[in-house]
Nanobody, 121 residues
Framework: QVQLVESGGGLVQPGGSLRLACVHS????????MGWYRQAPGKQRELVAT???????NYADSVKGRFTISRDSAENTVSLQMNSLKPEDTAVYYC???????????????WGKGTLVTVSS
């Protein structure tokens, strides 16, 4: 059974830092990228950052310069270092793994259950 398990969420003051980690313990074939998404109360889920197998990264404009995504393919992990956190970063953060399979399709997205990040004084 495929599982993506996030950790590292919590309560932090504005300006503080948190590091999220995600491990996939199942057998996901054909992963070509992993990333983090978030969903704030009353809002749609949005992309935070992604990283491809080749190491190419992509960030939402709102987090550029503050967040850093990294991936260890050998360990099946992806991390998100979040610095200079703002109250508007408060959300549930979800780990994502994108597989290229099945062949001929747009691929398959796998999701973790999410970890809550609250930025508040």
């Amino acid at each position: 059974q495929v599982q993506l398990v996030e950790s590292g969420g919590g309560l932090v003051q504005p300006g503080g830092s948190l590091r999220l980690a995600c491990v996939h313990s199942g057998s996901i074939k054909g992963i070509n990228g992993m990333g983090w998404y978030r969903q704030a109360p009353g809002k749609q889920r949005e992309l935070v950052a992604t990283v491809t197998n080749g190491g190419r990264t992509n960030y939402a404009d709102s987090v550029k310069g503050r967040f850093t995504i990294s991936r260890d393919s050998a360990e099946n992990t992806v991390s998100l270092q979040m610095n200079s956190l703002k109250p508007e970063d408060t959300a549930v953060y979800y780990c994502n793994a994108h597989s290229m399979y099945p062949v001929g399709s747009s691929g398959t997205d796998y999701w973790g259950k999410g970890t809550l990040v609250t930025v508040s004084s």
